[in-house]
């Protein structure tokens, strides 16, 4: 841009260099840093699983890698260093161990997470939580107990999810 201070031509005399194009923004946040020294952090590989809106799964989910649900899953859910994603068409009835579980949709079950569990304000959630963090917004349903640890315990990392038997109406 020409300033009226610079004398001369209106041109820059250096062309400004081009810049990159921002990537494709996704649907999961990028995850922060560990501080050096974290131990038992899980590797994080930016990899996510998906179980779409027609797929229903029935019985134990276990890996090693995000998961992110937008059909019906019954049984168990035991990714413990890992997000687990409940889309907003998703019905989970299962206990869920993870790192982070995140309820846009319902689930029928306990939620254990070695950091946090957040119920989004369309969330619907019937269980108990074991967490260190958790976060209920406005107009979110929750009915069940809460059990606030503190991170680094070693409560999750022996744990797995038990099979949710006799699956009970939910209403929201």
């Not at 050096?36 to 019985?59: C, M, N, R, Y």
């Not at 890698?65 to 049984?75: N, P, T």
């Not at 059990?147 to 999810?161: F, Q």
Request: glycine share 14%; with cysteine; hydrophobic share 30%.
């Amino acid at each position: 841009m020409w300033k009226p201070n610079q004398p001369g031509s209106n041109n820059p005399s250096t062309p400004e260099p081009s810049r990159p194009t921002p990537p494709a923004p996704s649907y999961e946040a990028p995850r922060a840093a560990s501080p050096a020294g974290a131990g038992t952090a899980a590797p994080s590989s930016g990899e996510q699983a998906t179980i779409g809106k027609s797929l229903v799964v029935k019985g134990e989910v276990t890996g090693s890698e995000s998961l992110y649900i937008d059909g019906k899953v019954e049984g168990a859910i035991n990714l413990p260093g890992n997000r687990v994603t409940v889309g907003r068409n998703g019905q989970v009835a299962a206990n869920i161990v993870a790192r982070e579980v995140v309820v846009l949709g319902k689930v029928r079950g306990n939620c254990q997470a070695s950091d946090r569990v957040d119920i989004r304000s369309e969330g619907s959630l019937t269980g108990d939580v074991i967490a260190a963090r958790i976060s209920i917004e406005d107009g979110a349903f929750f009915k069940g107990g809460i059990d606030i640890r503190k991170p680094g315990g070693t409560d999750l990392k022996g744990g797995s999810a038990q099979h949710v038997s006799e699956p009970e109406k939910v209403e929201a």
